[in-house]
């Protein structure tokens, strides 16, 4: 997945222009914009989630006068549920386009264009003429522009179909397989399910949200169970936590269980009569609030993850994933979640986001950008593999086309991946060592 994030004169973001790929990290100082960006990235990405049919049909009918559109109040109210709305003034521009779609807000004013839509329709358009001349084969033509990764999955559909169907958008894109044409032929039939599912996945792909895991969700397990009836008694508490701690609850009701061993040997989550328990042996346990502030911060943010995977999307936003944890545990965590990764086979209908301050959690992406490279540099025989398996496996491998990481600060955002190495810049990872490494040097001469 490939994507532009343009963001002007919103809240600490000044100016920032982001390629984004489907794993994404943003790391500075405090109150710098990182999750401000992140949180434009989620609402963008998905603008079917606050945008529903009814808005869409009026998206070319916007008043020109000075009065804002409903759809833009609908994107207020989404800014409004991740807490930044008084971040926008009268000169905010937020911008963003992927393969699937754009999407703009400027002035009170909205523009969306359906790009994979516009593909659909021309199916569609197709399939009319196929019926109208009563052919029972349709000679599809596409035009330059709109050969995509969109088409080659197109095809995968068709090329699997007599198979099995795929049911979601997930498995849209699992099949999918890299070639180029200019024109292939069909039978209407074949069109027609094909647009069908199209359809279908175009809509759950615009529509299906990331799962925002904020920071504050150490609060989550002391709120679990107590979510509706604070909303019921308006407590003023941000309304994105509120919505994070439902979507705790119902990961809880689901995943019982989680291995943490990737933390330490024989640890592990597990419920016990509705009450959240950590483990350290199948005789030894502690509840959830009584272990350490580590595990009260990362299990609320891997159960809503276990549960999504295994649900709907494999999407999410995580705000410091490295909230009271020792630095090992910080590199075993970023290992632990990238292993769900699939580089190059789903596109746009995933992605991963993490803000930082760490500077381990880049060390840990460095690591994996780094076994990509020797693999890709060598010359692939067996032995190497293995080689590099043992010291990190093949799950944890990152492709840098599939990756990008942004130091935010001073109202932009500086990319830190150096694309021709494939690596973020060491001098950024090292950036506080040496600066705590100077103050010794001159602590020592005096």
């Not at 400027?106 to 109208?132: M, P, T, Y």
Request: charged share 25%.
């Amino acid at each position: 997945m490939k994507a532009t994030l343009i963001v002007k004169n919103f809240g600490p973001i000044e100016h920032a222009e982001l390629d984004l790929r489907n794993v994404n990290v943003f790391i500075g100082p405090q109150a710098s914009g990182k999750s401000t960006l992140a949180k434009l990235y989620t609402i963008c990405k998905s603008p079917l989630s606050f945008l529903d049919d009814s808005d869409i049909l009026t998206l070319n009918k916007i008043n020109n006068s000075g009065n804002k559109s409903f759809e833009a109040l609908k994107f207020e109210s989404a800014l409004e549920d991740l807490n930044i709305l008084n971040f926008l003034n009268k000169t905010s521009v937020v911008e963003f386009e992927s393969e699937l779609h754009y999407f703009k807000y400027s002035r009170g004013k909205i523009g969306f264009e359906r790009k994979l839509e516009a593909i659909i329709r021309e199916l569609d358009r197709q399939i009319v003429i196929g019926d109208l001349v009563g052919a029972k084969e349709v000679i599809v033509l596409f035009s330059e522009n709109i050969l995509s990764f969109n088409i080659d999955a197109m095809m995968s559909i068709f090329k699997i179909r007599k198979k099995r169907p795929p049911k979601t958008y997930d498995e849209f894109f699992k099949f999918t397989k890299q070639f180029n044409f200019k024109s292939e032929t069909f039978s209407v039939i074949e069109l027609e399910r094909l647009s069908e599912d199209l359809e279908r996945c175009e809509q759950n792909m615009l529509s299906q949200t990331a799962n925002y895991i904020p920071a504050e969700r150490v609060l989550i397990p002391i709120l679990k169970g107590a979510t509706f009836g604070l909303m019921q008694h308006n407590v003023a508490i941000p309304k994105h936590i509120l919505n994070f701690a439902a979507t705790y609850e119902r990961a809880t009701s689901k995943v019982k269980e989680l291995d943490l061993s990737f933390i330490k040997n024989g640890l592990s989550y597990r419920q016990v009569n509705g009450v959240d328990h950590i483990f350290f042996s199948p005789k030894r346990s502690v509840t959830l609030a009584e272990s350490a502030t580590g595990l009260q911060s990362l299990i609320p943010l891997l159960l809503p993850i276990k549960f999504d995977s295994e649900a709907r999307s494999r999407s999410y936003v995580i705000e410091e994933p490295e909230i009271n944890l020792f630095p090992k545990a910080q590199y075993n965590l970023m290992k632990y979640l990238e292993e769900e990764r699939r580089d190059g086979t789903l596109d746009s209908t995933f992605s991963h986001t993490y803000t930082t301050h760490s500077p381990y959690i880049l060390s840990a992406f460095n690591n994996m950008l780094y076994a990509f490279k020797k693999w890709n540099d060598s010359d692939k025989s067996v032995a190497m593999k293995e080689e590099l398996g043992m010291v990190l496996p093949k799950a944890n491998w990152l492709n840098p086309e599939n990756f990008n990481a942004y130091s935010i600060q001073d109202g932009t955002a500086i990319q830190i991946l150096d694309r021709e190495l494939g690596l973020i810049g060491e001098n950024v990872i090292d950036e506080i060592s040496d600066e705590m490494s100077d103050d010794f040097d001159r602590l020592m001469d005096i």
